[in-house]
Nanobody, 121 residues
Framework: QVQLVESGGGLVQAGGSLRLSCAAS????????MGWFRQAPGKEREFVAT????????YYSDSVKGRFTISRDNAKNTVYLQMNSLKPGDTALYYC??????????????WGQGTQVTVSS
């Protein structure tokens, strides 16, 4: 059973930065594309970004492109999301999961607890 632990969220002012981490256990993530998702109150879960097996390819939603950077360290079984120029609209609970190449939905049924990002104006 894969376990995912997201961390690094917090309360920041608009224009600030945060770096999120997703530590996986129970499975080796090197064989999977990994992605970040977020969900704000009253909204559906939204795809944010994905990264290929060794980080050679990345894809971002239009809402975060140019501001967020996804990366991974397979030796640490960890995925990161560097978030710069944060906006109040980025406020959400952020989750990570495996994804299939070219897809924007989760691959594993198990989700972590998520990490809360709150951006004030």
């Amino acid at each position: 059973q894969v376990q995912l632990v997201e961390s690094g969220g917090g309360l920041v002012q608009a224009g600030g930065s945060l770096r999120l981490s997703c530590a996986a256990s129970g499975r080796t993530i090197s064989s999977f594309y990994m992605g970040w998702f977020r969900q704000a109150p009253g909204k559906e879960r939204e795809f944010v970004a994905t990264i290929s097996w060794n980080g050679g390819s990345t894809y971002y939603s239009d809402s975060v492109k140019g501001r967020f950077t996804i990366s991974r360290d397979n030796a640490k079984n960890t995925v990161y999301l560097q978030m710069n120029s944060l906006k109040p609209g980025d406020t959400a609970l952020y989750y990570c999961n495996a994804v299939q190449p070219g897809q924007r939905h989760e691959l594993w049924r198990s989700w972590g607890q998520g990490t809360q990002v709150t951006v004030s104006s």
